[in-house]
C-alpha cells in the first residue's frame, strides 16, 4: 500500500505577513501538513493540486519550497488558474519537490495534467495535454489523475463557470480506460466525493477558506481548512478520506466578495 497526501489552493501570499480574506493562508498551511503528518503520516507522496499561489512571486514559491522540504517526503506541485506555470517549473524544482507530470507509484500511476488557461480563471486541457493523458494510459497500471480545475458540476453555478471548458472531451478519453481508478481535483475549496461512470471523481478541501457549497454567488464558510488523504492498494483498490484541522479560522472576512 501506498498512503497519498493531496493538499490544495494554499493561496500563499507574496509576503508572509499578508492576508487573503482576513486570514493568514500560509500559517493554515503550515498547520494542514503538521495535522496530516502527525495523525496520517508518514506519507509516500504529496499531492499539490494546483493554485498555490495568491499572486505568484518567487518569494511565496521559494516559502513553499522550504516548507515542503523540512518534510522530506516527495512532492508534486501542478499548477492553477493562480499560478505561473514557468516560476513554478523554475522554483519547486529541487531535492524531492518537483513539477513532475508522471510517475510511477509502485503499483499505481500518478498522472498530473495542467488546466490553466491563459488570463482565465475557467480550466481547459488543451490537445498537448489531452494527448499526454493517452500517452500515459496506454501504461496499464491503475491510475489517478489529478488535476486543478473540476470537470464534473459541484451545483454551484459561479463555480461552475470556472469548471474545464472541454471536460466532455477529457471523460471521453478517461471512458475509455478502465485502468483510471481515481480523478481528483482542487478548485472547488470544498469536498467533492461522486462517481462518474465507475471512476471515483474527489476533490481536496482548501489549507485556507472554504466555499460554501452549492452557492449560486462567492460565499464563503468559516469551515476549518482540511486534505485529503488517498490509500493505494497493490491490487488497484483505494480508500479515500477528508479530514480537517482542529483550528477554526481567524479573521476571515465573509463580507469580502472576491479572492
Known amino acids: 500500500m501506498k498512503k497519498l497526501l493531496q493538499i490544495s489552493d494554499l493561496h500563499i501570499q507574496p509576503r508572509i505577513t499578508d492576508t487573503l480574506l482576513g486570514i493568514n493562508t500560509e500559517h493554515y498551511f503550515h498547520q494542514v501538513l503538521q495535522h496530516a503528518q502527525q495523525n496520517h503520516g508518514p506519507f509516500d507522496l504529496i499531492l499539490i493540486s494546483g493554485d498555490l499561489t495568491q499572486d505568484p512571486c518567487p518569494d511565496s514559491y521559494q516559502r513553499i519550497l522550504e516548507k515542503l522540504q523540512s518534510y522530506q517526503t516527495p512532492t508534486v506541485c501542478l499548477p492553477g488558474n493562480h499560478d505561473d506555470w514557468q516560476l513554478m517549473q523554475t522554483i519547486l524544482n529541487q531535492g524531492l519537490v518537483s513539477c513532475c507530470k508522471h510517475l510511477i507509484l509502485d503499483d499505481w500511476q500518478i498522472i498530473c495534467l495542467n488546466s490553466q488557461k491563459d488570463n482565465s480563471p475557467i480550466g481547459y486541457l488543451n490537445q498537448d495535454e489531452l494527448s499526454f493523458l493517452t500517452n500515459c494510459l496506454k501504461t496499464n497500471l491503475p491510475a489517478l489523475i489529478a488535476v486543478h480545475h473540476h470537470s464534473l458540476s459541484v451545483n454551484s453555478s459561479w463555480m461552475d463557470g470556472m469548471m474545464i471548458e472541454n471536460s466532455q472531451a477529457f471523460l471521453a478519453i478517461i471512458s475509455q480506460y478502465p485502468q483510471v481508478k481515481v480523478l481528483t481535483n482542487g478548485h472547488v475549496h470544498q469536498v467533492i466525493a461522486e462517481n462518474y461512470q465507475?471512476?471515483?471523481?474527489?476533490?481536496?478541501?482548501?489549507?485556507?477558506?472554504?466555499?460554501?457549497?452549492?452557492?449560486?454567488?462567492?460565499?464563503?464558510?468559516n469551515t476549518p481548512p482540511g486534505y485529503r488523504v488517498f490509500e493505494l492498494l497493490a491490487d488497484g483498490q483505494f480508500n479515500s478520506d477528508c479530514y480537517r484541522i482542529d483550528e477554526a479560522l481567524t479573521g476571515l472576512d465573509t463580507n469580502l466578495h472576491h479572492y
Open 198 to 221: 465507475g471512476m471515483a471523481v474527489f476533490s481536496a478541501p482548501a489549507t485556507c477558506i472554504q466555499f460554501m457549497p452549492q452557492a449560486t454567488e462567492f460565499t464563503v464558510t
